[in-house]
């Protein structure tokens, strides 16, 4: 049997604005994937006339352990 417990959902209102910010914590294995395309949607926010910010926070460091998982390369260690 399928599940439609979609079709009951709430519809989402979205607050017309003409300012965003963007906060992404943490660029590791998910977050220095997911910054390339936050960045875009601030690129084409902007491109339509919002003010757009976007700030990326993670105090930790490039390390060779880490780069096969994240969006990073040798050099940039």
């Known amino acids: 049997m399928f599940n439609y417990d979609y079709l009951q959902a709430s519809s989402l209102i979205i607050k017309q604005t003409d300012s965003i910010n963007f906060w992404l ?12 395309h936050v960045a875009r ?5 902007g491109k339509l006339g919002k ?3 976007l700030a990326i926070a993670d105090p930790d460091i490039v390390e060779e352990a880490n780069i096969s998982r994240q969006a990073f390369c040798d050099k940039e260690r």
């Open 25 to 36: 914590i943490g660029a590791g294995g998910t977050g220095s994937w997911l910054s390339y």
């Open 41 to 45: 949607l601030a690129r084409s926010l």
């Open 51 to 53: 003010k757009v910010q």
